[in-house]
């Protein structure tokens, strides 16, 4: 399966974004789902996860709250809506698939990654 993820650029603190993932190659209802975020000089970290149906979802604490992750299976996409933004929200933001049905925070246990987008927040 290939991703391609979109929508980043430049914001200032405190609109809001939407990422968009879309998958091709094979139905993303196959997949369990997940943004990523690296920053430079950083390890990349777990943002948002969500389930093959969409019924489950997880936020990494940093992003609770502001951040509501989303998919529509019929367009083989899912989405990143991230409000009321920071500064420190500033990194390339990746999304991912995994073929198994449970959630993991671990990049590492991801099989497919999008090129990534940048997300970058001014003060």
């Known amino acids: 399966v290939q991703l391609q993820a979109s929508g980043g650029g430049l914001a200032q603190a405190g609109v809001s974004l939407t990422l968009a993932c879309t998958t091709s190659g094979r139905t993303v209802s196959s997949y369990f789902m997940g943004w990523f975020r690296q920053a430079p000089g950083k390890e990349r970290e777990f943002v948002a996860s969500?389930?093959?149906?969409?019924?489950?979802?997880y936020l990494a604490n940093s992003v609770k709250g502001r951040f509501i992750i989303s998919r529509d299976n019929a367009k083989n996409t899912i989405y990143l809506q991230m409000n009321s933004l920071k500064p420190e929200d500033t990194a390339v933001y990746y999304c991912?698939?995994?073929?198994?049905?449970?959630?993991?925070?671990?990049?590492?246990?991801?099989?497919?990654w999008g090129q990534g987008t940048q997300v970058t927040v001014s003060s």
């Open positions: 969500i389930s093959q149906g969409g019924g489950s979802t």
């Open positions: 991912a698939a995994r073929g198994v049905s449970y959630l993991s925070t671990n990049w590492r246990d991801y099989d497919y």
